[in-house]
């Protein structure tokens, strides 16, 4: 009977502790769980800018919010130009962009007290296309100015003097597709090929910021000719012709090999995202460009850009981290 006893006394202790223990864990369970919820994020994004980093940028974000769901991060797209002016008054968090902010941006936004700086997002292989038809493979720099600068009499491909034509084209309509003026890419390229922003012949088919339509128009157009970014010409190698590009060392192809290790020059260029410092005092926009850094292989892979290299992903997370102070 005394065995049974102490038997029973022994079971009750060895219940009474159980039931201490698991009280103990389910306490500290709910308490590492409201430490989490009230550590969770909350907030919101504005980002505006380029059309060329505008599809990394909303994939960026969707991924990001699916991570945070109490942030929101919204991507509007009004070109380089048009979100830099947005920027530099203080309508955004961020703005994407194809090129460097210009002087009278940086002045713009000095004075309205806007400082800021920027991460390198992606790369890109800016794409000269051309009509599926067309039998070219290669075209020089030299061509491409001849074709695109301010000064330009040429209206058909036979017309060209520093292209060795082939006769099947000869006698087509040089039928042009480009950006308009907020486009960064109009900026890069026309400062790239003529030597001057802005210097561009008037004659042309001005897409804005639809690159999609300079896709819809080459395709459409045996004498087509247009450049487009990487991304959008590998969405449509189905519709149009990529050529390579000769910059004065050979043609060298628009590839992910060619931009990351700097042989497609000089169209290949880097793609950026700035950021304002009252902007980057906020946790939820320091994650949002951790973010950008961190699962650049996933956001540029699923977009279809051109990642960064590992060297530039190391460069690039210790400049955000240096940002963020």
């Known amino acids: 009977m005394a065995l049974t006893t102490a038997l029973v006394l022994s079971g009750c202790a060895a219940s009474d502790e159980t039931a201490e223990e698991t009280t ?10 409201e430490t989490e919820t009230s550590e969770e994020l909350t907030g919101s994004i504005l980002v505006d800018g380029s059309s060329t980093v505008g599809p990394a940028s909303e994939i960026a974000a969707e991924l990001f919010m699916e991570e945070n769901p109490g942030v929101r991060v ?13 920027f530099c008054n203080g309508e955004t968090d961020g703005s994407n962009a194809s ?22 997002v992606a790369n890109d ?7 599926q038809d067309n039998p070219l493979e290669c075209i020089s720099t030299d061509t491409l100015q001849e074709i695109w600068n301010a000064d330009a009499t040429s209206t058909t491909w036979g017309d060209l003097t520093t292209l060795d034509v082939p006769a099947a084209i000869a006698d087509e309509e040089l039928v042009l597709y480009g950006p308009g003026t907020d486009s ?23 897409i804005g910021e639809e690159d999609n339509l300079a896709v819809e128009g ?42 990351q290790g700097g042989d497609y020059a000089p169209l290949g260029r880097g793609l950026f995202t700035y950021a304002s410092s009252t902007a980057l005092a906020r946790p939820e926009v320091q ?17 279809g850009y051109v990642g960064l290299t590992p060297e530039q992903q190391e460069e690039q997370l210790a400049r955000v981290e240096a940002l963020i102070g």
């Open 287 to 303: 994650a949002f460009f951790r973010f950008l850094i961190e699962e650049t292989e996933l956001i540029n892979g699923t977009a």
């Open 125 to 131: 292989a800016l794409s000269v296309v051309v009509n």
């Open 24 to 33: 103990t864990e389910e306490t500290s369970t709910e308490t590492e769980t």
């Open 218 to 259: 080459v395709a459409s157009s045996t004498g087509g000719l247009s450049f487009i970014p990487y991304s959008f010409y590998q969405e449509s190698l189905d519709e149009v012709k990529g050529l390579a590009v000769d910059g004065g060392a050979g043609c060298v192809e628009p590839t992910v090999d060619n931009v």
């Open 74 to 86: 919204s991507v509007n797209i009004s070109g380089t130009g048009g979100g830099f002016e947005k």
């Open 184 to 206: 960064g890419t109009f900026d890069f390229f026309t400062e790239i090929i003529n030597g001057e922003e802005g210097n561009i012949r008037v004659d042309y088919n001005n």
């Open 99 to 120: 090129r460097g902010i210009k002087d009278e941006e940086a002045a713009l936004c000095e004075e309205n007290g806007i400082s800021y700086d920027f991460v390198t």
